[in-house]
């Protein structure tokens, strides 16, 4: 098991960009792919974006794909989440997941998928 804290959220105009950080201890962080999700009031919780455990491979959602980029540095055990352009319907809180495997390629886009989870940042996005 890994424990995961999230940060960097905040109150942001659109057009403007946060870059959250998802810290992990515990277990080899480096043995664990990573994701993104989001959840907006009265909305269940989304994919947003996930990384391999090398970090090799990423996957964005579309709504975000070419604004978001997630990206991983396993010496910090640190997991981000740069968000550029910004637009209101990005807001909600922001979660980290994570999921032991020995297959250095793959990642996860399901909820289901993902086993550790952080408490989550607010991200809020002024028109």
């Known amino acids: 098991q890994v424990q995961l804290v999230e940060s960097g959220g905040g109150l942001v105009q659109a057009g403007g960009s946060l870059r959250l950080s998802c810290a992990a201890s515990g277990r080899a962080f480096s043995s664990y792919a990573t994701g993104w999700f989001r959840q907006a009031p009265g909305k269940e919780r989304e994919f947003v974006a996930a990384i391999s455990r090398s970090g090799g491979t990423t996957y964005h959602a579309d709504s975000v794909k070419g604004r978001f980029t997630i990206s991983r540095d396993n010496a910090k055990n640190t997991v981000y989440l740069q968000m550029n352009s910004l637009k209101p319907e990005d807001a909600g809180v922001y979660y980290c997941?994570?999921?032991?495997?020995?297959?250095?390629?793959?990642?996860?886009?399901?909820?289901?998928?993902?086993?550790?989870w952080g408490q989550g940042t607010q991200v809020t996005v002024s028109s």
């Open positions: 997941a994570a999921r032991l495997t020995y297959n250095s390629g793959i990642y996860y886009y399901t909820i289901s998928g993902y086993d550790d």
